[in-house]
């Protein structure tokens, strides 16, 4: 299977700021897909990165707060912009691979704290 | 819209038994996959079994089994011979077939093990 690996692991940031997170995939992978898990929570789908065009984002995400790039099929970044002490979450990369792309495998997750 | 309920925030077992999570779902849909995951604290999100919804025979993966009831819109997670390594909170996810890729997740149950 496919390894994932996230950047940063953890963060501490200001209010404000921005973050951007990057997701690599050791193999060409058609689907990748950000998620946000708020501390206690369960995970809730941001949107899906598309190669080549603009993500597809889920009810309750803008891009303006959530741009994400997807250069090519091994790569995605997310940026956390303007950041307020809400976003702190732990931020999530997934694939879907296989024959029939119909099981998705995580990263290792960014632990965000906003203060 | 599908929804995914684990009505067990918290379970707990002796090392070497077996325990039962439970998970329901609500769906009009009759093309899905439904998944358990687990993750451990502080660690990466993990698939431990998958089932897909046009099959009858339970998903068995080593010591992790599932009873999928698929009139009843029922999914649970077995764990026999249950071992520390289990403890970590483990979460019920629902995906529609075809392409939507989205993942819907149940707020999870923690799961303790006792030596």
């Known amino acids: 299977s496919a390894v994932i690996s996230q950047k940063p692991s953890r963060d501490i940031c200001q209010r404000g700021t921005s973050l951007t997170i990057q997701c690599q995939v050791d193999?060409?992978?058609?689907?990748m897909f950000w998620y946000r898990q708020q501390p206690g929570q369960s995970l809730t789908l941001i949107a899906t990165?598309?190669?080549?065009?603009?993500?597809?984002?889920e009810s309750g995400f803008v891009i303006d707060k959530f741009p994400i790039s997807r250069p090519n099929l091994t790569f995605s970044t997310l940026t956390v912009s303007n950041m307020s002490p809400e976003d702190s979450s732990i931020y999530l990369c997934?694939?879907?691979?296989?024959?029939?792309?119909?099981?998705?495998?995580f990263g290792p997750g960014t632990r965000l704290t906003v203060l | 819209a599908q929804t995914v309920t684990q009505s067990q925030p918290e379970m707990s077992v002796q090392e070497a038994e077996t325990v039962t999570l439970s998970c329901t779902y609500d769906?009009?849909?009759?093309?899905?996959?439904l998944f358990w995951y687990k993750q451990p604290p502080s660690r990466q999100m993990i698939l431990v079994i998958r089932?897909?919804?046009?099959?009858?025979q339970n998903a068995t993966e080593n010591r992790f089994s599932v009873n999928f009831q698929k009139a009843a819109k029922s999914f649970s997670l077995k764990i026999s011979d249950s071992q520390l390594g289990d403890a970590a909170m483990y979460f019920c996810?629902?995906?529609?077939?075809?392409?939507?890729?989205?993942?819907?997740f149940g707020k999870g149950t923690l799961l303790t093990v006792n030596p």
């Open positions: 193999s060409q992978v058609t689907m």
């Open positions: 997934s694939l879907a691979t296989g024959t029939t792309r119909d099981t998705q495998y």
């Open positions: 089932q897909e919804a046009y099959k009858q």
């Open positions: 769906t009009s849909e009759s093309d899905y996959y």
């Open positions: 996810a629902y995906r529609s077939g075809g392409s939507n890729y989205k993942l819907t």
């Open positions: 990165a598309n190669q080549g065009s603009e993500a597809t984002y």
